[in-house]
């Protein structure tokens, strides 16, 4: 059975960093992502990395959010560094066992087959 599991949210000063984690399991994922929504908002993807370690940021975030792969392929983090008040969202993975290479990291997608329930970050002061 497919699962995906988000954990390390939490609250942050402005230009703190937090290090978000996911673990899928259930199968092999070959595409993981990261995406956000905050209140009154639609859901926004913000990262990918794909099964050769490629990865792909929305604009947003580029240069301050780092994806990365822990000692099992179905585990990612997202390092988040400079926070700001406009990161306050809830942070979701997801995970898809269809798209390899670049069929995940060519554009950023919003069609993952599997999702965590969310981890909530918060940047005020």
């Known amino acids: 059975q497919a699962q995906v599991v988000e954990s390390g949210g939490g609250s942050v000063q402005p230009g703190g960093s937090l290090r978000l984690s996911c673990e899928a399991s259930?199968?092999?994922?070959?595409?993981m992502g990261w995406f956000r929504q905050a209140p009154g908002k639609e859901r926004e993807a913000i990262a990918a990395?794909?099964?050769?370690?490629?990865?792909i940021y929305s604009d947003s975030v580029k240069g301050r959010f780092t994806m990365s792969q822990g000692t099992h392929s179905n585990i990612v983090y997202l390092q988040m560094n400079s926070l700001e008040p406009e990161d306050t969202a809830m942070y979701y993975c997801?995970?898809?066992?269809?798209?390899?290479?670049?069929?995940?990291?060519?554009?950023?997608?919003?069609?993952?087959?599997?999702w965590g329930q969310g981890t909530q970050v918060t940047v005020s002061s």
């Open positions: 997801a995970a898809d066992p269809r798209w390899a290479w670049d069929r995940c990291t060519r554009t950023l997608r919003n069609d993952f087959k599997y």
């Open positions: 259930g199968a092999t994922y070959w595409c």
């Open positions: 990395m794909d099964d050769e370690d490629n990865t």
